[in-house]
Structures are given as C-alpha cells and as structure tokens.
T-cell receptor, first 112, second 117 residues
Framework: KAGVTQTPRYLIKTRGQQVTLSCSPISGHRSVSWYQQTPGQGLQFLFEYFSETQRNKGNFPGRFSGRQFSNSRSEMNVSTLELGDSALYLC???????????FGQGTRLTVV | AQTVTQSQPEMSVQEAETVTLSCTYDTSESDYYLFWYKQPPSRQMILVIRQEAYKQQNATENRFSVNFQKAAKSFSLKISDSQLGDAAMYFC??????????????FGTGTRLQVTL
C-alpha cells in the first residue's frame, strides 16, 4: 500500500513568488491536513480538507490557501512568499480526520 | 484550546537501556487522544503510540509504553531496550476526539533523543 506522497521534496523560491505543493494521500483516505514545521515555531496546523471541503483552518495569513480534488489529492499554495515561509511542509492523511494520521516526508521550501 | 509541553529538549540513552520522555498537556475537552510521534532524519513523522483518554489502561507497543496520568495531565513515553534506530526527534501531540469532524493535532516542541553505544 503506497504511503502519503508529497511533491516536490525540495523547492527554492524567491521572495514575492508563489508556490504550489502537492500531496497524494493513501488510497481510501479522504482527509488531508497540512502542517508547517520551523525551528522557531515548531509544528503548526495550516488546514484540513475532507471530501473537497476545508473543515478546519489554522492561524495563518490568507496568503496560505489549499484545495482538495475529487480523488482526495490536495494542493497548498503560498502567494507572495516571504523569507519566514521557509519551512518543512508536512501533509498527513487519514480516513476521516479523527483516525490515525499518516504523514508524508514533507516538502522543504527555502525562500531566498 | 489545547497545549502540549515537552520540557526536555534533548535526552541521551545508552543502547539497551531504558529512557523516559516527558510530556504534559492541557485541554478542556472531556474526550481526546494523545500521541507520540517519531521524526527521524528522513523527516517523516511516524506514529509510535496512541492513547485514548477514556481508557485507563496505558497503551503499549512492543518496546514503547506510556504512563498516562489523566488527573495530572501527564503523558510520558518509556522506551525499553533502546536501539540505535530509536535516535530521532520525538513529538508528543494531542487531538480532540470529535467523531465525524475535523480535529487538528497539537504538537509539543519535541525531544531529541540520542542513543549511544
């Protein structure tokens, strides 16, 4: 059974640009959550999607957005990148959102 | 709101010995889950053990066990017979148990575990 797949694994972007990260959940999982991990702030919840609907959102500016497709794959987008957006972005999938979450290996975003 | 506190930034244990990682949490929920996740250098978060708050019995998973003290809001992880592969960052996390709705994981700041020969 394939695990959670995040692409790309590494990304370097310039301030002011935008970026799209992708997450393919485990087959049969309908919930996808996104987390930002930084040395200073630790692991912070961004948002969660279930059946193409955003059910929960963390305390991040509107530059951070996401969506989920009918096949449960999810994308997150960050517009007008800032240096502080440099982080490891982790995606987790679960069957319903309150069952065991499985994480991908993350996308390391560096903003220069 | 839920908060999770890990007061040990780093711990070290010798191979084959036992180590305990501490975690305290705060929540106003009556039902919730508690987790320990392991993050090795590969960065992938791996679930080590899960505890349902309504269960009094401490969860156990092979060499990993927890000491869940609900009244004290304490949730420590004990690793027995430590192995080199246990070296990683360990995160304690909590989650509201609210069937059918979204519930985010709230993480602590992590404890880096070193395993020495």
């Amino acid at each position: 059974k394939a695990g959670v797949t995040q692409t790309p694994r590494y990304l370097i972007k310039t301030r002011g640009q935008q970026v799209t990260l992708s997450c393919s959940p485990i087959s049969g999982h309908r919930s996808v959550s996104w987390y930002q991990q930084t040395p200073g702030q630790g692991l912070q919840f961004l948002f969660e999607y279930f059946s193409e609907t955003q059910r929960n959102k963390g305390n991040f500016p509107g530059r951070f957005s996401g969506r989920q497709f009918s096949n449960s794959r999810s994308e997150m987008n960050v517009s007008t990148l800032e240096l502080g957006d440099s982080a490891l972005y982790l995606c987790a999938s679960s069957k319903s959102g309150n069952t065991e979450a499985f994480f991908g290996q993350g996308t390391r975003l560096t903003v220069v | 709101a839920q908060t999770v506190t890990q007061s040990q930034p780093e711990m070290s244990v010798q191979e084959a010995e036992t180590v305990t990682l501490s975690c305290t949490y705060d929540t106003s929920e009556s039902d919730y889950y508690l987790f320990w996740y392991k993050q090795p250098p590969s960065r992938q978060m791996i679930l080590v053990i899960r505890q349902e708050a309504y269960k009094q019995q401490n969860a156990t998973e092979n060499r990993f066990s927890v000491n869940f003290q609900k009244a004290a809001k304490s949730f420590s992880l004990k690793i027995s017979d430590s192995q080199l592969g246990d070296a990683a960052m360990y995160f304690c996390a909590s989650q509201r148990a609210n069937t059918g709705t979204a519930s985010k994981l709230t993480f602590g700041t992590g404890t880096r575990l070193q395993v020495t020969l």
